[in-house]
């Protein structure tokens, strides 16, 4: 079974920037990505990358973070920038036993415990 386990989630001001990890007990051949859940909301995808890099982003986070993938170490990262208030929440990283991937939260099997992400205005 295929373990996550995330870091680096903080307070930080709005305009600021923040870097999540993820450390996967392996991550090859997997589709992997970042979740949000704000309180009192529906866990929503943030990101999510191929294997072969290929990746793809909700339209509210496109251009402001990146997400990444080192195969060598099994790690994941969401470099986020430009932080707003409204991407406050707790963040989760996600896997998928397939190489293809999508944004939809039930195509995933495979979470972490979350990382919580506090952004103040």
């Known amino acids: 079974q295929v373990q996550l386990v995330e870091s680096g989630g903080d307070s930080v001001q709005a305009g600021g920037s923040l870097q999540l990890s993820c450390a996967a007990s392996?991550?090859?051949?997997?589709?992997m990505g970042w979740f949000r859940q704000a309180p009192g909301k529906e866990r929503e995808g943030v990101a999510t990358i191929r294997s072969d890099g290929t990746s793809m982003y909700a339209a509210s986070v496109k251009g402001r973070f990146a997400i990444s993938r080192d195969s060598a170490k099994d790690t994941l990262n969401l470099q986020m920038n430009s932080l707003r208030p409204e991407d406050s929440g707790m963040y989760y990283c996600?896997?998928?036993?397939?190489?293809?991937?999508?944004?939809?939260?039930?195509?995933?099997?495979?979470w972490g415990q979350g990382t919580q992400v506090t952004v103040s205005s």
């Open positions: 392996r991550t090859s051949n997997l589709c």
């Open positions: 996600a896997a998928r036993r397939y190489i293809l991937c999508t944004l939809s939260q039930t195509d995933f099997a495979i």
